[in-house]
């Protein structure tokens, strides 16, 4: 993702807002950056329990049909 952007940015700020990934049980702790759907995977080790993602609002309005991003890395319909 571009840093520099400004509407990038202004996006995945909102989207942070809605994202739910620090309430899902595979979310790996460690201050880990969230909206993986928009941002990429967790650096950190992934242990697959359940996924929220259906339940996201940012996965809803995006219309992503993945789940897992965390583990995976970026929803290929990203708008970011």
Partial sequence: ???S???KKSILA???LLC???RCPSYPGHH???VYCERGKS???I???SCLCPTCTVWKL???AETFYCATGEAPKSRI
């Fill in 5 to 7: 952007n400004p509407i």
């Fill in 43 to 45: 650096p950190y080790v």
């Fill in 47 to 49: 242990t697959r329990m």
């Fill in 32 to 34: 880990d950056p969230r």
């Fill in 62 to 64: 995006n219309g992503f």
């Fill in 14 to 16: 909102f989207n942070n």
């Fill in 20 to 22: 739910q990934c620090t």
């Fill in 1 to 3: 993702m571009d840093n």
